[in-house]
Structures are given as C-alpha cells and as structure tokens.
C-alpha cells in the first residue's frame, strides 16, 4: 500500500522560497513517475512538475521551481522560488500510476 506525505508549505511573502518535501513509502520513486500538482480555492487541480527519466514544468512555474528526488530517502521535493500569490494553492504530490492522493501541504504566498 502506497502513502504520500507532504510537508514544507507556510505562509510567505511574494518572492520568497519554499521547499517542499514528499515522502513515499510502499513503492520507489525511482522507478515511478512521480508528479507534483497543486489546487487553487474554486479551481481545478493542475500539474506543476514531473521527474522520473526527465522533468517537466508547467509554463507558469517554469525558471522559479525545481523538481528533484532523493532515491536513498525515496523523498521528492520541490523547490519554489520566487513566489507570486498566485502560487498559493494546496500542493500534492502522487505518483502517476496509482489513484492515491496525501493529504497535500498549504502553501500561501502574500502580496
């Protein structure tokens, strides 16, 4: 059974930095394509970054947000700079082949 738990969002001023963590257990990301998504009050659910093989970035994030992992601690992170207000959302992460969502981590970005 796989479990995602999210960690390292908070309440930050526009242009600032945040890190987020996802810690797996019950599958290696390694081996996995593993995504970040994030959803805004009223709005659907979006994917910001991917890693497995390569990255992918959304184009409103692209130059301020970095994917990466840590195969020893099966651990993903996002690492988001140059936050704007409109980064604030509630960020999860899921790895792409199974219908299991954590409990994600509110980031909340003031202008």
């Known amino acids: 059974q796989v479990q995602l738990v999210e960690s390292g969002g908070g309440l930050v001023q526009a242009g600032g930095s945040l890190r987020l963590s996802c810690a797996a257990s019950?599958?290696?990301?390694?081996?996995?394509?593993m995504d970040w998504y994030r959803q805004a009050p009223g709005k659907q659910r979006e994917l910001v970054a991917s890693?497995?093989?390569?990255?992918y970035y959304a184009d409103s994030v692209k130059g301020r947000f970095t994917i990466s992992r840590d195969d020893a601690k099966n651990t993903m992170y996002l690492q988001m700079n140059s936050l704007k207000p409109e980064d604030t959302a509630v960020y999860y992460c899921?790895?792409?082949?199974?219908?299991?969502w954590g409990q994600g981590t509110q980031v909340t970005v003031s202008s």
């Open positions: 019950g599958s290696r990301i390694s081996i996995n394509v």
């Open positions: 899921k790895f792409r082949n199974r219908d299991y």
């Open positions: 890693i497995f093989r390569a990255t």
